[in-house]
């Protein structure tokens, strides 16, 4: 039972959750404002880099952390202003903003640390320890000593889920993704929101990457994101492009990663499982989930289309 | 996701501005970091189209992507967004490896038909699978087609890492018996013509393919209600087709495409399969496809485009001195610019050609 | 858009502008294309050697093998002034044509990092008879899949299971007397993926821990992966979880995660193939070496010196190929002289580490 619902895999699956759920909230508010955003890959790869890079230069972890949300904004923007000016084709643009991204961190990082790797002694985001929870069984466990921005994303996604669905900014957003043309008439800027939705996908992604190379890794490596923006992305769509549907998601893929770790080695009935095959176990969890309770979502109704009004 | 739009036709003008302003913004940053870009773009140019070698491994490369373009392209029509010809294309190739090993003794008149039926039943029955969950079940293609991703690559591994699959003879090695001599794509150019090449007949299968591809989207009733439901749900409706009833028949077509692919690589390249090989070629579909507006012509064009940029970028490397990455750069800008085409129209505008906005 | 169209012949401008200024060392475009050698400021003799290196996918800054033997052909360029050039694959396609590349341009040696490319290197050998080639951890291997030794190719293999023994006596030392963190008599090892050229690692690690502290408990895990940091620190936290204390990383850039793990729960760790002791001080202990900056040196060298010599090369313990690197504080000296005395012993041949894993 420990290695299916202890604390140990809890707290691992919080551990994989936090990046996807991240990069999957990036995801929910631009495609609610009707913008598709493929490039949340490499808003991640950016925040990972330059968030090592900067904690670096400076020493400073706010600096850090500022100056890789800065870099996912830097991305994004230019997403938006392909995307939402020049009504360029969606995916192929964040197609290329992910190459030039993995391209981009990767040329900087060899030419910058490629012989040492940054330095073991640039500063990391602190856990943030629950000395009250030590003796709660499990849930001590599970929660008691997780970075902080696990804690910061728990709040984005509260943040996020009020503010989609329980204010006027919220609702003009979504009015945007669903009837821009509507939203329009009733004096919505349509392109200043997707500017600020899709913005704001940049810098969750990066916080996202950030994440995974100041908080898990302590260092950057090449392409270390590994796909986890895609990932976010069906998280998004599996949590029915809502925040708290997307933590929910990224908690089963989540699951089902720490699983494919805690499960290697273990003996059922003198039968120990291959561990390449217990490495499907994340992706399998998800599409099974998607397909046994989740089932048909629906996208926002003018998600990928590019917006131009009448006046131009 | 998105709808597929229908303006190739313009003619070529746009998107080879597009090209050429893309290289010029490239060239700038490859100035920048401390390079010659005309030296860079020389051995770019070299790489791809230098030598009748260099011709013939750029269309090695080409028909990979052309194929698994095709399969994003034909569910693009359908209105499905399918990320999932990398998964498809591995399928296909070991669904392909596997038959051309197990007997390696038939004649190639039997053994090759049914290698190639393998690869593409291989690739049609995975993406059959993400249809089927979304017509049956509402399952969103594009998590289904992400998940099969990575779920084929770690079966791969299972399969070749001391696995089932593994070679005897491998050592270790994460490789699948060779197929049998039946199976192997005979090279297409002869010896004295290009010494040493590896272009294979799998060139002749994509160019089918393409043809069919174009045949089964527009001179077929399938691919008229295809494009029906593509272009919109309710109007297919109407018009009495059952959407749900399509998806799993594109799904299973695209996968076919990127099956086709796979059968390819080990049937004409690999002549065995290899743990984690052909990587990458179905995502950089995705864009050849969106790059070719979904049309045949555009597809094979892209898929073009993007095998120069493969082979030229090595060159670009090892003759010019620049990163692989800077390399990568200079390849997401011209993807980038490309996609942006407007700029360009707009540009074009002001100088006055009559250029025909997009609709 | 009259700004944009301005920006965009600005551009033009200072593209074409560059790519004169910078002339002197640029060769016209139609030259450049024409020409097969590479254009440098400061060329070499004409007799000079040219070695080209072709890295397999896991590109120059794996921090592991395909940046190790970039070192040694950088080592050589700067110490036997011989001309070379790299090319990084970016799929398996690559391989073929990128050593083509070289052969065809009468490259003297070309280096082919990485046991996927025997094949590879078997076919491109045997269209350049006249060319040297190189190949780490592999043989040429032919169209059936069988070995097939060619006269012009170098097979440099290494005996990693030497250099995992070595690291195995400092773990298995310091876990049996329970030396600082290592206070749990358990040690681990984590794995990229099950390939020779890793497992052989954590094979001589296992049989280092059995026979000088048979009582310690070994684990072994596999990150299925060189990239995911986030998946390999995983596999970290689930060994420690289970009291391991010393926990050695065969995983490339993966593996950094599982050092990670071990640096944020204040226990020790082992690096691999590079001297990895600048990861984390006070925490990683030594590294497993796999010098194959020396063996891509040596081979240059050879070259250079005509010694070239077809057919298998061992990197063992003996030559120095493999080894153990900077030791820790933290590093007892019985453990130290543990290390030095297996190390004798298997050069004497008193000792030979098994290749095979035991605990998996």
């Known amino acids: 039972m420990e290695v299916l619902i202890g604390a140990g895999v809890l707290a691992a699956t919080i551990r994989l959750a936090t990046p996807v759920a991240l990069a999957a909230l990036g995801g929910v508010v631009t495609e609610r404002s009707g913008v598709v955003n493929i490039a949340l890959e490499g808003c991640m790869l950016v925040g990972a880099f330059f968030g090592v890079f900067a904690a670096d230069k400076t020493g400073s972890l706010p600096a850090a952390l500022a100056v890789a949300i800065l870099a996912g904004l830097a991305l994004a923007a230019m997403h938006a202003v392909a995307a939402i000016t020049f009504r360029a084709d969606q995916i192929v643009s964040g197609m290329a903003l992910n190459i030039l991204a993995l391209g981009l961190t990767s040329y900087l990082d060899y030419q910058l640390y490629s012989s040492t790797g940054t330095p073991p002694t640039i500063p990391l985001v602190p856990n943030v320890h629950l000395g009250f929870l030590e003796k709660v069984p499990v849930l001590g466990g599970a929660v008691g000593d997780q970075s902080a921005i696990v804690w910061v994303t728990l709040a984005i996604v509260v943040f996020l889920q009020l503010f989609l669905f329980r204010t006027v900014p919220g609702l003009r957003l979504r009015s945007v993704g669903e009837h821009p043309r509507a939203a329009d008439t009733l004096g919505i800027d349509v392109r200043r929101t997707r500017y600020w939705a899709v913005l704001a996908s940049g810098a969750l992604a990066a916080l996202g990457g950030v994440y995974l190379s100041l908080s898990v890794a302590g260092s950057f490596s090449d392409n270390m994101t590994n796909g986890k923006g895609f990932i976010g992305l069906a998280a998004m769509i599996f949590g029915r492009w809502t925040p708290l549907g997307a933590l929910g998601a ?47 979502s629906r996208m926002p109704a003018a998600d990928g289309q590019p917006y131009e009004s009448e006046g131009h | 996701m998105r709808q597929p739009s229908f303006d190739w036709t313009q003619g070529p003008a746009i998107p080879v501005v597009s090209v050429l302003f893309a290289l010029v913004l490239g060239g700038l940053f490859v100035w920048i970091s401390g390079h010659d870009p005309i030296q860079a773009y020389a051995a770019l140019f ?85 249809g089927w969950l979304k017509a049956a079940r509402g399952v969103n293609e594009v998590i289904t087609t992400i998940m099969q991703n990575y779920t084929i690559v770690f079966v791969m591994h299972w399969l070749l890492q001391n696995g089932p699959m593994q070679a005897p003879n491998a050592f270790g090695t994460p490789a699948s018996a060779p197929i049998g001599a039946g199976a192997i794509l005979p090279i297409v150019l002869p010896d004295f013509l290009v010494p040493s090449s590896r272009l294979h007949a799998g060139i002749v299968l994509a160019l089918l393919a393409t043809l069919g591809f174009w045949f089964l989207l527009w001179r077929t009733s399938l691919g008229y209600e295809l494009r029906a439901v593509g272009l919109g749900m309710r109007a297919a409706a109407q018009a009495g087709i059952d959407p749900r009833k399509r998806m799993v028949i594109v799904m299973a077509i695209a996968g076919g495409f990127a099956g086709l692919a796979g059968m390819i690589q080990v049937s004409g390249l690999f002549h065995r399969v290899y743990d984690g090989f052909s990587a990458g070629f179905g995502f950089d579909a995705i864009a050849v496809a969106l790059l070719g507006k979904n049309t045949p012509v555009g ?53 006055g050609r009559p250029v025909k906005a997009a609709s | 858009m009259k700004r944009l169209l301005a920006f965009a012949l600005m551009t033009m401008t200072v593209a074409a502008a560059c790519g004169g200024g910078a002339g002197t060392a640029s060769p016209s475009p139609s030259a450049a294309a024409t020409s097969a050698a590479p254009s440098k400021t400061a060329a070499p003799t004409a007799a000079a050697v040219k070695v080209g290196l072709v890295t397999d ?44 590349n070289y052969a065809q341009q009468k490259y003297d040696l070309v280096i082919a990092v990485g046991f996927l490319m025997t094949n590879a290197t078997w076919k491109v050998a045997k269209q350049f008879p006249d060319v040297k ?8 291997a032919n169209d059936k899949g069988d070995t097939e030794n060619l006269p012009n190719v170098a097979n440099l293999f290494f005996k990693e299971q030497e250099a995992g023994y070595l690291v195995g006596v400092i773990a298995a030392t310091m876990a049996k007397n329970k030396v600082g963190k290592a206070t749990h008599n358990t040690v681990c090892s984590m794995g990229g993926i099950p390939i020779p050229p890793v497992d052989r ?91 194959v900056n020396k063996a891509v040196y040596d081979t240059i060298k050879a070259v250079v010196n005509k010694t070239f010599k077809a057919g298998d090369n061992s990197f063992n313990a003996t030559n120095d190929g493999v080894g153990y690197g900077t030791l820790d504080p933290a590093v007892p000296a019985d453990a130290k002289a543990a290390a030095d005395k297996a190390l004798a012993d298997i050069k004497s041949g008193k000792i030979t580490p098994k290749d095979a894993v035991q605990v998996k």
């Open chain 1, 250 to 296: 990224a908690l089963v893929f989540g699951y089902g990663d720490a699983l494919s770790v805690s499960l290697q080695g273990v003996e059922v009935a003198g039968f120990v499982f291959p561990v390449q095959l217990l490495s499907t176990i994340p992706y399998l969890l998800t599409i099974l989930a998607v397909a046994g309770f989740v089932g048909r």
């Open chain 2, 46 to 130: 070299r790489g791809a189209f230098g030598s009748p070698y260099d011709v013939s491994e750029t269309l090695v490369i080409a028909v990979p992507l052309l194929l698994a373009g095709l399969s994003v392209a034909v569910a693009f029509r359908a209105g499905l967004f399918n990320i999932g010809a990398q998964g498809q294309l591995l399928v296909g190739a070991v669904a392909a490896g596997w038959v051309g090993a197990l007997w390696p003794d038939l004649p190639g008149i039997l053994l090759l038909p049914l290698t190639l039926a393998a690869g593409v039943l291989g690739g049609a029955a995975y993406g059959g699978i993400a």
């Open chain 2, 299 to 351: 597809v094979l064009l892209s898929a073009l485009l993007f095998a120069a940029f493969s082979r030229g970028g090595t060159l670009m490397q090892s003759d010019a001195e620049i990163s692989s990455h800077l390399v990568e750069i200079v390849e997401a800008l011209v993807l980038f610019v490309i996609a942006a085409e407007t700029v360009v129209r707009a540009v074009a505008r002001r100088w």
């Open chain 3, 57 to 100: 996918v896991g590109g120059l800054n794996d921090k592991s093998f395909n940046a190790l033997a970039n070192q040694g052909r950088l080592d050589a360029e700067k110490d036997l002034k011989v001309q070379t050039s790299v090319t990084e694959s970016k799929k398996q396609e690559d391989y073929v044509p990128n050593l083509t």
């Open chain 3, 133 to 140: 080639f190189a190949i780490i951890d592999g043989a040429p």
């Open chain 3, 201 to 291: 690692y954590i094979a001589g690690y296992q049989d280092a821990v059995k026979t000088v502290s048979p009582t310690t408990t070994i684990l072994n895990g596999y990150s299925n992966d060189f990239v995911d940091q986030a998946k390999g620190k995983e596999v970290g936290l689930n060994h420690i979880s289970k009291n391991c204390d010393i926990l050695f990383q065969v995983a490339g850039a993966s593996g950094l995660g599982y050092i990670q793990a071990a640096k944020d729960k204040g226990v020790y760790a082992i690096g691999v193939d590079a001297d990895q002791a600048y990861v984390a001080p006070g925490t990683v202990l030594t590294s497993a070496l796999k010098r």
